[in-house]
C-alpha cells in the first residue's frame, strides 16, 4: 500500500526533530503527490473486513477520519514553513503539537490499515516464524500475548493506541500504549497498532469495545507486522 508521509524538506525535518522519528516513517512505504501528505492507498475494499469491522465504519475511518490528520498535517506544515522563513521562533513553537497530533494521526492510521487483512487473505490467525519466537520470548504463548495485548486496550482512558513494539536496544518485542495520536518513536520501532478512539468502533459496538478488541485479531495481517520486525 502507498503511504504518503512526509516531505524531505525544512518543514519535515522540523517535523521529525518534534517527535515524529525517520524509523517510525520508514515502517510504511511512501509516495509523494506535489510534497503533500495524502491517504494512502487501501488494498482491499471498506467491505473486506467484515464482520470485524463493518464497511461503514472502514470507510468513514478511512474518507473522513484520516483524511482530517492529513489535511491537518499539510496545513500545519503550510504555517510551519511560513514561520520558518520568517524565523518566528514563537510559531514555530506553537506549530508543534499540531504537526506531532495530525502528523501522529496520519504516521498511526496509515500502518494500521496495513495491519490489517481481510480472513480470506491472509487475515488473523496467529503470527509465525520470527514474530512468532520473539512474542513467545515476551509472552510465553500467543494466548497470553492476546490477553494482555486486549489489557492494555481496555486501560487506555479516552483516546489512544496500543502497540506491539520493537526495542532497537535489546531486540525484544513489548506492548506498550501511547495517548491520542502520539507516534511511536525513538528507542521503538512499531510492529503492530491498535486504534482505541470511538471513532474506530462505536458505530458498529457502541460501548461494547471489549468485543471490538475480541474481533479485530480476526482480521490483523501477520504478515506485514513480520515484515517490520527487522
Avoid at 490477553?147 to 487506555?156: E, M, R
Wanted: aromatic fraction near 12%; charged fraction near 20%; hydrophobic fraction near 40%.
Amino acid at each position: 500500500m502507498s503511504a504518503t508521509l512526509f516531505r524531505s524538506s525544512a518543514v519535515a525535518r522540523s517535523a521529525l526533530r518534534a517527535g515524529a522519528s525517520k524509523r517510525a516513517v520508514s515502517a510504511a512505504s511512501t509516495s509523494f503527490i506535489r510534497g503533500k501528505a495524502t491517504l494512502p492507498d487501501l488494498p482491499y475494499d471498506f467491505g473486506a473486513l467484515e464482520p470485524s469491522i463493518s464497511g461503514k465504519i472502514m470507510e468513514l475511518h478511512y474518507k473522513n477520519h484520516h483524511q482530517t490528520y492529513v489535511n491537518g498535517y499539510n496545513a500545519a506544515s503550510e504555517q510551519l514553513a511560513a514561520a520558518e522563513s520568517k524565523q518566528d521562533i514563537q510559531a514555530i513553537i506553537a506549530l508543534q503539537p499540531l504537526i506531532n497530533f495530525h502528523g501522529g494521526g496520519h504516521i498511526n492510521h496509515s500502518l494500521f490499515w496495513e495491519n490489517l487483512a481481510p480472513s480470506k487473505k491472509g487475515g488473523g490467525g496467529e503470527p509465525e516464524g520470527k514474530l512468532k519466537t520473539a512474542i513467545e520470548a515476551s509472552y510465553k504463548d500467543f494466548a497470553s500475548f492476546k490477553t494482555k495485548f486486549n489489557a492494555a486496550l481496555a486501560g487506555i482512558q479516552g483516546s489512544g493506541w496500543a502497540w506491539l513494539v520493537k526495542d532497537n536496544e535489546t531486540g525484544q518485542v513489548l506492548i506498550r500504549t501511547y495517548a491520542n495520536q502520539d507516534a511511536v518513536v525513538g528507542k521503538f520501532t512499531p510492529l503492530l497498532g491498535i486504534d482505541a478512539w470511538e471513532h474506530a468502533y462505536y458505530l458498529q459496538y457502541q460501548n461494547r469495545k471489549a468485543e471490538y478488541f475480541s474481533a479485530v485479531w480476526d482480521v490483523i495481517n501477520w504478515k506485514a507486522v513480520e515484515g517490520r520486525l527487522k
